[in-house]
């Protein structure tokens, strides 16, 4: 249940960073949609993110307890979570945010190959 709640909550997220990046480069007298800060943003997405990739990870976990790729998944679940929130913090824009994000499941996926985690 909590993957597909998850899921539906990070097109949630993709939305109000679409929104939150739209916000600065309407000319004046538009209006947005859903006016929120950036960092509001990054988090509704990154909380999601975060609770599908460890969902995902607990799944490895009791499917495969043996290998040691399922921890480093789960830690790289967290990391991918945390990492788009605190670069919004320090400063970094939305955008970039969102691509650290997108660098992070990738790094994710490769890290938590089907294969890899069977034989380790």
Not at 96 to 109: C, D, E, F, S
């Amino acid at each position: 249940m909590f993957i597909f709640a998850s899921l539906a909550a990070i097109g949630t997220g993709m939305e109000l960073i679409a929104d939150s990046s739209q916000q600065h480069s309407l000319p004046p007298g538009e209006i947005v949609e859903h006016p929120v800060s950036a960092i509001f943003a990054i988090s509704t997405l990154s909380i999601a993110l975060g609770i599908y990739l460890v969902s995902i990870s607990f799944l490895r976990l009791t499917l495969i307890s043996n290998s040691s790729y399922n921890w480093y998944g789960l830690f790289a679940a967290i990391a991918v979570a945390a990492v788009p929130v605190v670069a919004v913090l320090a400063g970094l824009g939305i955008i970039w945010a969102l691509a650290l994000a997108g660098v992070g499941v990738v790094g994710y996926i490769i890290l938590c190959d089907w294969d890899k985690c069977k034989t380790q």
